[in-house]
């Protein structure tokens, strides 16, 4: 959601050839946590099928002194998705729904809309033709209220046509979760928030785990947001309602490594034994790397996802070959090459599962681009004290090219204006206020920079136009 690292993380997916970590977990918390810049971290592991070794470090919100410790809770962001995905199998399981159902079957707003032919599998699969922005989109009719996912997805239904034909291309959209989410609501007769709570976290035994239901959790950890080179920390602990079915899930690095032990157990269960197994295997031809709610990859036998809300990144990751799996928490958002939690989360987990882990490459390029932001204000205030010291050289241009050099960088400057405001959202499928939302400081880099940019190429051209060279 690491700028949604271009808003997805893909987290260890990435991470091949190279030699596994031969540090302890131990060592590399204490190499890559002060670089991340994190306030605190949790972690924990499956062995042989059962919860294992846990570790904590630092606090849950860097205004206190109260300590993370296995059991805090986190808002585990997209993980989220995989305990959707699993409600919508119990009810598959159940007869009530089949997974080629096409989704107007159980949902009537879809009825008559371009969207009705989309199938519950290619929800699951991220395989619908709901792109990355339009599940990115902030719903303006976002009031709260015990309704909102179902007034959330109504406008979908019959608003937003999806981006491609279904089954055709796999683009992540957290549109597809909303729906899934909506589509539990309406099949169960119960609030997602229940469902989840009732035939999910309490039969795993996951005490310290709940589900956003826009109240204020006072017990998780505190999301702290990149702000130029530090982590300031959200004001708040409300959760999201709209947002539970693809990233409102609350649980404990201790509670989430028994849900990944139910899930390898190959136990018929909260799910039976081969609805598990189908979850985490490509779900289509389309969808060659995303099961059912999880990440699959085939090369190194791995089942993941990464989750990413404002000031919280979060890993889980399972070997389901090896029984062994492993989960990190960490109560903190990514920077743009300051203070990144990747390496953290990445090491943590290569160590844990004996995988191979990439040497992390340079991050100089990513800090260039984010000093060049914070900076450019700066300096394009500094170039309007400069143009009215150099006043009449710049009155007495003349000629073709004298126009020229005045009038283009007013282009120059409201292009790169429309780049920040307008290709970058489509670009990284994020609105401008979901950019400003995970990551303030280059939100408002790049807003400072366009406005201030803008408003040198208009200073340049008042100074020419406003009066005559001195004889």
């Known amino acids: ?95 009530r729904i089949d997974l080629d159902d096409p989704v107007d079957t159980h949902l009537d707003p879809f009825t008559g809309q371009p969207s009705a032919a989309i199938t519950i599998r290619q929800l699951l699969s991220h395989t619908s033709g709901y792109s990355t922005l339009q599940g990115n989109q902030p719903f303006d009719d976002d009031t709260g209220g015990a309704d909102v996912l179902a007034r959330r997805v109504d406008w979908l239904a019959t608003h937003e046509a999806p981006a491609s034909p279904p089954g055709t291309h796999w683009q992540y959209s957290n549109a597809n979760y909303q729906v899934l989410g909506r589509l539990v609501e309406v099949v169960s007769g119960q609030d997602f928030q229940a469902y989840v ?61 028994r849900y990944l032990a139910v899930m390898m157990n190959g136990q018929d269960d909260v799910l039976s034994a081969t609805g598990k197994a189908a979850m985490m295997r490509p779900a289509s031809e389309a969808s060659p790397f995303y099961g059912l709610g999880w990440f699959v990859n085939t090369g190194n036998g791995t089942v993941w996802h990464s989750g990413s809300t404002p000031g919280v990144e979060t890993l889980a990751t399972m070997i389901p070959a090896q029984r062994k799996g492993v989960v990190v928490l960490v109560n903190a958002g990514s920077g743009i090459g300051f203070g990144e939690t990747a390496p953290l989360r990445d090491g943590i987990t290569a160590r844990a599962l004996g995988l191979d882990q990439e040497a992390p490459g340079s991050r100089w390029m990513q800090k260039l681009t984010f000093l060049t932001l914070a900076l450019a204000p700066l300096a394009f205030l500094l170039s309007m004290a400069w143009a009215w010291r150099k006043r009449d050289e710049i009155r007495a241009k003349t000629g073709v090219f004298g126009q020229f050099s005045l009038w283009f960088p007013l282009l120059a400057m409201l292009g790169m204006a429309w780049v920040f405001f307008g290709l970058v959202p489509i670009l990284f499928g994020v609105s401008n206020q979901t950019l400003h939302l995970f990551q303030p400081d280059l939100g408002l880099a790049m807003q400072a920079t366009a406005v201030t940019g803008v408003a040198w190429a208009l200073f340049r051209l008042a100074v020419a136009y406003s009066g005559k060279p001195r004889a």
């Open 197 to 257: 709570s009732h035939n999910i976290l309490e039969p795993l035994g996951m005490a310290d785990s709940t589900v956003a239901d826009g109240e204020v959790h006072q017990a998780m950890a505190t999301g702290h947001r990149p702000w130029f080179g530090a982590k300031r920390p959200l004001g708040d602990h409300r959760t999201d309602r709209l947002g539970a079915p693809q990233g409102g899930v609350i649980a404990s690095a201790s509670d989430l490594a």
């Open 1 to 95: 959601m690491r700028f949604l690292s271009a808003m997805l993380a893909l987290g260890l997916g990435a991470t091949t050839v190279a030699a596994a970590p031969e540090d302890t977990i131990e060592e590399i918390v204490d190499r890559e946590w002060p670089a991340s810049g994190a306030p605190g971290l949790a972690w924990a592991m499956v062995s042989d099928g059962e919860p294992g070794s846990m570790g904590a470090r630092g606090v849950v919100d860097r205004r206190g002194d109260r300590a993370v410790t296995p059991d805090t809770p986190f808002l585990i962001g997209s993980i989220s998705k995989s305990f959707t995905a699993l409600a919508v199998m119990q009810l598959v399981e159940a007869g």
